[in-house]
């Protein structure tokens, strides 16, 4: 089981929304949309901005087109872990690692 930190939520109307979670396992949790892929949730770019100082969702994303993402990761299966979250029927949960950010700005820049 992991044990889940609420960082944030939204992009719908309803108490079930995208969240991302911080666990005690130095990963990150995020509830999103399904795809019909288990490894696989869609989430609005603003659920992003959650994520803990200095750390960013170690997945690849890719961008949809209409203001959210699709990420991959270890789908998240255990009912003591699933219990700690607020999942809507369209709901799915992955865990994805957490990086630390170690670079700000734009390195071409700063060689000039």
């Known amino acids: 089981m992991l044990k889940l930190k609420f960082l944030g939520n939204g992009g719908s ?4 929304c995208p969240t991302l979670y911080a666990t005690d396992q130095d990963t990150y ?3 999103g949309w399904t795809t019909g892929s ?3 949730v869609e989430i609005p770019h603003l659920l992003l901005g959650f994520a ?4 960013y969702v170690g997945t690849q994303l890719a961008d949809t087109g209409r203001g959210t993402f699709t990420l ?3 789908p998240i299966n255990d009912p003591e872990t699933l219990a ?3 999942l ?4 799915s949960a992955i865990e994805v690692p957490k990086h630390t950010r170690r670079f700000y700005g734009n390195a071409a820049a700063a060689q000039q």
Not at 13 to 16: N, P, R, V
Not at 52 to 55: F, L, P, R
Request: charged content about 35%.
């Open 29 to 31: 949790a995020v509830q």
């Open 13 to 16: 109307g309803t108490g079930e």
């Open 84 to 86: 700690q979250m607020n």
């Open 72 to 74: 991959t990761g270890r």
């Open 38 to 40: 288990a490894d696989t």
């Open 88 to 91: 809507a029927d369209d709901e």
């Open 52 to 55: 803990e100082t200095d750390t």
